[in-house]
């Protein structure tokens, strides 16, 4: 058996644990009398371990043995944990990404500092070693394994299926270091052949190397006294095997059978409901490409039957259409991941740049089991970072400062997310103070961003947005996070080339909110189909608000420019022929589209709008990848190609926006 094929769930594993890590040791951190989180950051710090020596990488094995030792002396009371403590385990969890980054990329076991930070932890741990070794030396002294009994309705069930029981005794080398970690693979080895149903010490004090050198354990198999003898001498650092087998009959009883066929089907329940599949991502892709090849099949065919009118082939084309989306839902399930995904890693981030700022900050979550396709959860992480260490850094004020406006000294850091129909909204907010309005209009006329005639007409809301402009910043020099504005163009970038919409409000003195609305995936979506100069195009629901029909006389002219009157609001009329540098027909009733870009909105003139659909979206290919104005292709009905519309993209191109 080649171990390094399971390096990719080792990994994967090991990356859930490093997440109950931090999120544990934050919950300790503020409240480090109650240790339950320390529990639990030792259980993963022992799972972690015992993987780490089963796949046989030493190095990491060794370091997270010695974040135990310190761990269990935090949970024993022979170290008192402090701000220095904390921190070193922190610096501890950094050394396992390493060691994890290192093993995934080059397949080596090894992370830089770790030596340096295992004798850190020896210095802390070296007075509650002596005191544990002492107490288990007395202990050992004293060992007596008790008997394992066995119930009479589980061996008569064993019985009846031909299985052998077996009492084992195993005893370690006495100078062997790991002793939990042998237990996990005489556990594992065991469990290959058969099934382990009862041990002495307990599995808990088994987990802990809480026992001497010896432990035993009660094991039904198909396998003889000498394959179980061989099967556990292959582990190193064990000492002796000792093997018993029952042969005690029982008398059957069906009050007895009834009882043992309970314990069975309860047994088999749980194992069933545990059940799940690591699938790999780009299986995923390729079956949800076909089933876009599907979604397209199934609108032609039912475009056919519209045309052709054939009853038949109406009904089939229904039932294929139904079938298609019950599939389509189901495959894009498996793709969709709660935003707590990423969310989880946020509040270690804050809390590390606050340490370095001396400043106080606690991260909330809000809606994190909100799902969304992983491949914009995976887009949105850098984005959501950079608003994050922003947030943190440049809008939350110093504990004494808070406190002289009547604030409380933590900062807040909040993170949301919330379903609105087709789209996730996410929200990154701080409780700082704010954006500094006229700072920032006094750097963009230094800067020279925009003119200054423009820059004095603007609103406030729009100066705000200034700082999402590509290199601005409020910063007159630059640090390692820089000033409000770095890493926002680079946000404000990425969403929009995901098809989602970026804006900012900004609350004076009381904080900031960034929000991004995104698609739910990327492959299939819902979008509106406009006719325009004898084209059809799509146009993402996601950017859309209502569709109306105007005369032409409701256009009026402001400043040479086309704009309508909705609800007391202006909003100005754009041509989507002649964005697309086409010639518009004239006509007395037309159509319009409001659709939103950049948080303002816009009324797109089209020749037709044809109604809603779902699309599967196509790549624009190598050749047209630059083209300005879309973001890829999909096939319509009657096999014709439709262009999906950037509307942004669009007015930027023809200098509207």
Known sequence: MDINSYKEIFIEEAKDNIKIFNSALLKFEKDTTDLTPVNDIFRAAHTLKGMAATMGYDKMTEFTHSLEDILDNIRNGSIKADAEITGLIFKGIDIIEKFLENISRNNIDIAEGYEELINKYKEYTKAGLKISAKVIKEEQKKEEIPDIKIEDIILNEVFKQNLNVYIIKVTLAEDCVFKNVRVFMVNRNLGEKGEIIKSSPSAKDLEEGKFGNSFSVAYITKLNSEEIEKLLYKIAEIKKVEVKQIKKEIDESKETEKKTENIISNTEKKKILSQSVRVNIEKLDVLLNLVGELVIAKIRLDQISKDKQFEILKETANEFDRIINEL????????????????????????????????????????????????????????????????????????????????????????????????????????????????????????????EEKIKNMTDEEIVNIIALPGFSTMDTVDKIAGRGVGVDVVKTKIESLGGIFRIENYPGEGVKFIMKLPLTLAIIQALLVKAAQNIYALPVIHTLETLELNTKSVKLIQGKRVIVLRDEVIAVFSLAELLKKKSEEKEVIQIVIVEVRDKKIALEVDEVLGQQEIAIKSLGEFLKYAKGFSGVTILGDGRISLILDIQALLEENNNL
């Open 328 to 451: 389509q839902a189901e495959v894009t399930q498996v793709r969709m991941l709660p935003v707590n995904n990423i969310f989880e890693r946020f509040p270690r981030i804050a809390r590390d740049i606050a340490v370095e700022e001396g400043k106080e900050v606690e991260t909330e979550i809000i809606g994190g089991d909100i799902e969304i396709d992983r491949t914009v959860l995976e887009e949105i992480n850098e984005p959501l970072l950079h608003l994050v260490r922003n947030s943190v850094a440049h809008g939350i004020e110093k504990p004494e400062e808070r406190v002289s406006r009547g604030k409380s000294r933590k900062g807040i850091i909040r993170l949301s997310a919330k379903r609105e129909r087709n789209s996730v909204i996410i929200e990154v907010s701080d409780d700082g103070k704010g954006i500094d309005v006229l700072k920032v209009r006094r750097k963009a006329l230094e800067m020279k961003i925009l003119s």
